[in-house]
T-cell receptor, first 111, second 115 residues
Framework: GENVEQHPSTLSVQEGDSAVIKCTYSDSASNYFPWYKQELGKGPQLIIDIRSNVGEKKDQRIAVTLNKTAKHFSLHITETQPEDSAVYFC??????????FGTGTSLTVIP | DAGVIQSPRHEVTEMGQEVTLRCKPI?????LFWYRQTMMRGLELLIYFNNNVPIDDSGMPEDRFSAKMPNASFSTLKIQPSEPRDSAVYFCASRGLLSMNTEAFFGQGTRLTVV
């Protein structure tokens, strides 16, 4: 099956700086890569996703890049704000219906 | 739509007792997933259903765990007997099967504590 690795496990940045979280996957058949944000006491919520036919996608301060050859994808958050503090999960979906999640990155934005 | 609804939000039970977690997926979604989240292992897929049929239960830890989906709007995850190591947050998620590359929507989770 698919194996998704995520780094770093924790990340602290100053407010206004950028944050980058990286993930790798193993199954070249994976074709959909969502990113989830989980706030304390809540379930994960989708913040951005990318499909395998696209190399980059941007939504305001959030962007995701995908390198299919290297099998890695990254989340970029610019101009970070305290409310960005949360745990972020990457995931990969292959031809089946399962989502395979990374182990999560705890992001802290320091005011 | 109210989203994926899980109950209870919190459950504290004694070791050996039976625990039943409940999930109502988003109306019209025909894939349902049960995940377990712990600090050590992150988000683990336990089982998922397509059109009420269990497709992959290889993530179910052992025979003490069972899941059912008697209809399109309801699923249960049962642990019998429960053990302290089952303590975790259990999430239910749903998505539309025909939308091949779309997100799974998560519920708020059930925090289970087995003492």
């Amino acid at each position: 099956g698919e194996n998704v690795e995520q780094h770093p496990s924790t990340l602290s940045v100053q407010e206004g700086d950028s944050a980058v979280i990286k993930c790798t996957y193993s199954d070249s058949a994976s074709n959909y890569f969502p990113w989830y944000k989980q706030e304390l006491g809540k379930g994960p919520q989708l913040i951005i996703d990318i499909r395998s036919n696209v190399g980059e996608k941007k939504d305001q301060r959030i962007a995701v890049t995908l390198n299919k050859t290297a099998k890695h994808f990254s989340l970029h958050i610019t101009e970070t704000q305290p409310e960005d503090s949360a745990v972020y999960f990457c995931a990969a979906k292959s031809g089946g219906n399962q989502f395979y999640f990374g182990t999560g990155t705890s992001l802290t934005v320091i005011p | 739509d109210a989203g994926v609804i899980q109950s209870p939000r919190h459950e504290v039970t004694e070791m050996g007792q039976e625990v039943t977690l409940r999930c109502k997926p988003i109306s019209g979604h025909n894939s349902l997933f049960w995940y377990r989240q712990t600090m050590m292992r992150g988000l683990e897929l336990l089982i998922y259903f397509n059109n009420n049929v269990p497709i992959d239960d290889s993530g179910m830890p052992e025979d003490r765990f069972s899941a059912k989906m008697p209809n399109a709007s309801f699923s249960t995850l049962k642990i019998q007997p429960s053990e302290p190591r089952d303590s975790a947050v259990y999430f239910c998620a749903s998505r539309g099967l025909l939308s091949m590359n779309t997100e799974a929507f998560f519920g708020q989770g059930t925090r289970l504590t087995v003492v």
